[in-house]
């Protein structure tokens, strides 16, 4: 039921279909939970006994680390998609995700250095969890860097999907890296044995942050993910022009609406 | 705004930075989404003109 329903679903004309229906009211969502979250943050979580207010930007730095993980996580799944059933949205998926991860995690990145200085005395520390959220980076920077150099998607998309599947390595080395090594970073907090650490005057807005910005982040990966449908569909129809052209045919037959060259060999 | 800052202590700066920060990089990720896909529609739509006798 659930694969008859997951096959449905990722099925690149049904994708079209319900991603176009959903894809206004998950952005009215994502309006909706962010205004509240920030509202929560705000005027509702009251400041921290030793940070005071600069406690404010944990609620933006939590979700933003979250959606980096999360984003490469999600690749992750995708790259073997690619490369064990080579379906044709999965690289489609992955290369939207991208963007999108690398954005967050330079979120993190900054407003954890942001908050690092009045709290730590410094914008930055070489310990495990800061710098393996760096690599992070690095590694979405270098997946989109490889992207660019590589003309065929489908080339591209093995190519990709092997890279993201090496830099998986580092997320366990994220999550685990304030409980294996001594960092000036917090343990964790939310997700941990025992249950959360943090008050929950302050615990419910920052839910509801993590909850808005991952509703944000999926309204705009679907949205990514139908341009870049569109994107391949221009790429096919201009090589068929320039092979019509090649052939001294001045006219170009375009696909029929609805039929997206996914998975052809380009 | 002086008011804003002073009620948020002596670290308004990094407070408001972090937030302007995110709300730049979020604003530059739906505006290059809104902006790729019209390119991408004006770019098909240019094709399929041009496949018309």
Known sequence: ?266 | MLGFETHLGPHAGFILGAYAFTGLVMGGLVLNAIRDRRAQERALEDLQRRGRP
């Open chain 1, 1 to 266: 039921m659930t694969a008859s329903l997951w096959t449905r679903l990722s099925n690149p004309g049904h994708f079209l279909r319900w991603s176009g229906a959903a894809g206004p009211w998950l952005a009215g969502l994502s309006a909706l939970t962010l205004g509240l979250g920030l509202y929560l943050s705000w005027f509702v979580a009251p400041p921290d006994y030793q940070q005071g207010e600069t406690v404010r930007i944990m609620f933006i730095h939590v979700p933003a680390a979250w959606l980096g993980v999360f984003f490469y996580g999600s690749m992750t799944l995708s790259a073997i998609g690619t490369l064990v059933w080579r379906h044709p949205l999965a690289d489609v998926a992955q290369r939207a995700a991208a963007p999108i991860g690398a954005a967050f995690t330079l979120v993190c990145l900054v407003t954890g250095s942001l908050w690092g200085k009045p709290m730590w005395g410094t914008y930055w520390v070489w310990d495990a969890r800061l710098t393996s959220m760096l690599v992070l980076l690095l590694i979405y920077c270098g997946i989109i860097a490889l992207w660019r150099t590589m003309e065929d998607p489908n080339r591209a998309a093995r190519a990709v999907a092997i890279l993201t599947l090496v830099g998986a390595v580092n997320l366990p080395i994220i999550k685990f890296s304030v409980n294996w090594w001594s960092t000036l970073h917090q343990p964790a907090s939310i997700l941990r044995m025992g249950g959360p650490t943090i008050d929950p005057s302050m615990l419910y807005p920052l839910l509801t942050m993590i909850l808005a910005a991952t509703i944000l982040g999926v309204t705009l990966h679907l949205y990514a993910m139908r341009t870049e449908i569109l994107r391949r569909r221009v790429r096919t129809l201009t090589i068929r022009e320039a092979e019509r052209l090649d052939a001294g045919a001045p006219t170009l037959v375009p696909a029929p609406a609805g039929a997206a060259p996914l998975g052809q060999a380009l």
